[in-house]
């Protein structure tokens, strides 16, 4: 019996196991689920939390149904999140011992697993795009064919920091080119906290529907280095994205610079046989 007359919670009951591993913070439990999918909410809570020490690496994480109601979400959520920080490197589980903090980790990174428009959009809309420069510029034989557009067009650039709410360190380098004609819908602000693409469809009534994107390798030039608090020509993915109206019109073009260890993009994709069925039937 407590000293407040009720009942203790007994050894190795899910009550006693919140008691031991509920996080002290008062904010802890509370997800941005406005910006991130639910369970990359968790991924990154969790993540800050060992970054902050508070699951101690070599420590036990605390059990599924412990985080599941302690946040607010499924079981099944949880589970997703945990996959993501297994992935990472960040922690590992072995039955009968549970899950433990392998490392904190290193540097500030988005999981993605891109696959639709949706799943890219939904990406855009997570980060916060911090403006370094604008100016007009004219394409030349180089820039002409990275933007598919005839040498000598007029296009408007916008040099940008992505970056993670309230992380220091850069996501990513961006480099955004918006048709002349659509500048008016980018307003003077230093932070955007939407992308582009919805202010040009909000404030000039086009419609954008499909975009296409091309991967690369790439290695940071001096200048992007320095901004990115990197090390010049540290390994990059150069990832050029291309937003295309109902007609076919390229409206923005971004291509953006993205370190070594700041950015995962993961993909799955289950084989078909010739009848429809998935793949492992013989």
Known sequence: MSPTGRAAPQPGSSAAAESRFAPPSPAAGRLDTARLPLYLALARTLMQDIDKGRYAVGSALPPEDVL????????????????ELKDEGVIWARAGIGTI???????????SGIKTVWDLL??????????????????????AELLHCPAGQAWYEITILRKL????????????YLRPEFVDAVGPEKIFTRPIYSMVEERCGV???EVRQEITAANLEAGMA????????????????????????VIEVGVGYYPSGRYT?????????ADGAGAGHG
């Open 265 to 273: 993009q993961r993909s799955r994709f289950r084989a078909q046989s």
């Open 68 to 83: 599941a109601r302690h946040h607010g979400v499924s079981r099944h959520t949880v589970r997703q999140a945990l996959r």
């Open 122 to 143: 939904q990406f855009v809309e997570a980060t916060e795009m911090h403006v370094v420069k604008r100016r007009e510029v004219v394409a030349d034989a180089a820039l």
């Open 101 to 111: 903090v392998r490392a904190r980790p290193e540097a500030p990174r988005f999981f």
């Open 165 to 176: 709410p309230q992380e220091k360190v850069p996501l990513s380098y961006l480099q955004v």
């Open 226 to 249: 320095r901004a990115l608090k990197a090390k010049e020509g540290l390994a990059a993915m150069r990832i050029t994205r291309y937003y295309l109206d109902r007609d076919g019109a």
């Open 207 to 209: 419609r954008i529907v």
